[in-house]
């Protein structure tokens, strides 16, 4: 059974950093962060293909990192200068296809873990 965990979710001040981690129970050619504000629609934040190639969606783009840990099929988000517009329930998706193209659709990803709230205040 195919699992993805979350972790790393709190509240911090504006300006302030936070990392999420996802442990995944198996290897993905492409990983990703979506996030859903309060009563907003869920939105695609960062992709991750196995080869390294990363995308960003242009608010975040200079601010949060995604990376992965091979070795233990573990990949995080490391954000930083958080706003409060940042606040979100933070959910790790994965799919076998490559994040070359459409890595934003959220239709395309296969699993899909619990979320992980952040909180950002002003």
């Known amino acids: 059974q195919v699992q993805l965990l979350e972790s790393g979710g709190g509240s911090v001040q504006s300006g302030g950093s936070l990392k999420l981690s996802c442990g995944a129970s198996?290897?993905?050619?492409?990983m990703a962060w979506f996030r859903q504000a309060p009563g907003k629609g869920r939105e695609a934040v960062a992709s991750?293909?196995?080869?390294?190639?990363?995308n960003y969606a242009a608010p975040v783009k200079g601010r949060f990192t995604i990376s992965r840990v091979d070795s233990d099929k573990t990949f995080h988000l490391q954000m930083n200068n958080l706003e409060p517009n940042d606040t979100a329930i933070y959910y790790c998706a994965a799919r076998y296809m490559r994040c070359y193209d459409n890595w934003d659709r959220e239709s395309d990803y296969i699993y899909w873990g619990q979320g992980t709230q952040v909180t950002v205040s002003s």
């Open positions: 198996n290897y993905f050619y492409c």
């Open positions: 991750l293909t196995s080869d390294g190639a990363a």
